[in-house]
């Protein structure tokens, strides 16, 4: 089993940026990927971006140019750099990891941006 504990969000005005960060324990051999997702009010859940072992990363095209998202393997640890935040970034963001094909989540850290 792994356990993931996400941080840093909060509420911030437009234009400005925040910092995401998750931190995975328990049963951990090989966190194969990590990345965040997130959804917001009455819409589905998606993909923001993921990162692999090697370092490759994709984006959703509505964050690309905006977030970056990076990944330190000895804390076991997957950040989301956000900057020039919208409103229509708000949302609940969601931390996910897959070790050995099996995806475990976070409970969520809500990202709020104000006009």
């Known amino acids: 089993q792994v356990q993931l504990v996400e941080s840093g969000g909060g509420l911030v005005q437009a234009g400005g940026s925040l910092r995401l960060s998750c931190v995975a324990s328990g049963n951990i051999f090989r966190l194969s990927a990590m990345g965040w997702y997130r959804q917001a009010p009455g819409k589905q859940r998606e993909l923001v971006a993921t990162?692999?072992?090697?370092?490759?990363?994709n984006y959703a095209d509505s964050v690309r140019g905006r977030f970056t998202i990076s990944r330190d393997n000895a804390k076991n640890a997957v950040y989301l750099q956000m900057n020039s935040l919208k409103p229509e970034d708000t949302a609940v963001y969601y931390c996910n990891v897959d070790q050995w094909g099996t995806r475990y989540w976070g409970k969520g850290t809500l990202v709020t941006v104000s006009s």
């Open positions: 990162i692999i072992i090697g370092g490759s990363s």
